[in-house]
């Protein structure tokens, strides 16, 4: 598997302000994936973060509020935008098919951003 | 609908003892895979075992084994020998679709269950 590691790995932010969080892998992927989990609840997944092309967001969630940026095949970033008390949350990125290995269909997750807003 | 249905929120185990965590699933798809993670207090997933739809045996990963019921639609994820840092939320999760085929769908998560390991 991969190692990924996730900064920062945990903040507290104000109000109406913005995070970015950086995802890094230590080997190429083919798809990286971006999750929030909310107190006590499950994960949801936000978007795929494509290289080179706009993220593919799900129900619920839009550009305009997550922007995702992934440049290359090892990073990716999430920002939260103009936060508010219910974006605290663990924020999740997760990596699958490792470039130049023989495929498999688990995706492997970072440590995560546990985010609390004021 | 709930794909994941965990039906136990918490549980209880002492240590060295096996501990059994259900898993059902509903899918009309032939095709699907099925995992399990762990999340501890410091909130990273762990990944633990995958049943794929098609394998012929029940997943096995050193004290991790699966029991995969297709015909009942469960997955139930049985720690042997608990120790104290199982204690954990345990996620079951499915993703439904054929590999490497664009029918490959996202990863579903369950409620989880929350494992307390006890001395």
């Known amino acids: 598997s991969a190692v990924i590691s996730q900064k920062p790995s945990r903040d507290i932010c104000q109000r109406g302000t913005s995070l970015t969080i950086q995802c890094q892998v230590d080997s190429q992927v083919t798809m990286m994936f971006w999750y929030r989990q909310q107190p006590g609840q499950s994960l949801t997944l936000i978007a795929t973060a494509n290289q080179g092309s706009e993220a593919t967001y799900e129900s619920g969630f839009v550009i305009d509020k997550f922007p995702i940026s992934r440049p290359n095949l090892t990073f990716s970033t999430l920002t939260v935008s103009n936060m508010s008390p219910e974006d605290s949350s663990i924020y999740l990125c997760s990596v699958e098919d490792l470039v130049g290995r023989e495929f498999t269909d688990t995706q492997y997750f970072g440590p995560g951003t546990r985010l609390t807003v004021l | 609908a709930q794909k994941i249905t965990q039906t136990q929120p918490g549980m209880f185990v002492q240590e060295k003892e096996a501990v059994t965590l259900d898993c059902t699933y509903d899918t009309s798809d032939p095709s699907y895979g099925l995992f399990w993670y762990k999340q501890p207090s410091s909130g990273e997933m762990i990944f633990l075992i995958y049943?794929?739809?098609?394998?012929?045996q029940n997943a096995t990963e050193g004290r991790y084994s699966l029991n995969f019921q297709k015909a009942r639609k469960s997955a139930n994820l049985v720690i042997s020998a608990s120790q104290l840092g199982d204690s954990a939320m345990y996620f079951c999760a499915m993703r439904e679709g054929r590999l490497l085929t664009d029918s490959w769908g996202k990863l579903q998560f369950g409620a989880g269950t929350q494992v307390v390991v006890t001395p």
């Open positions: 049943q794929g739809s098609y394998d012929q």
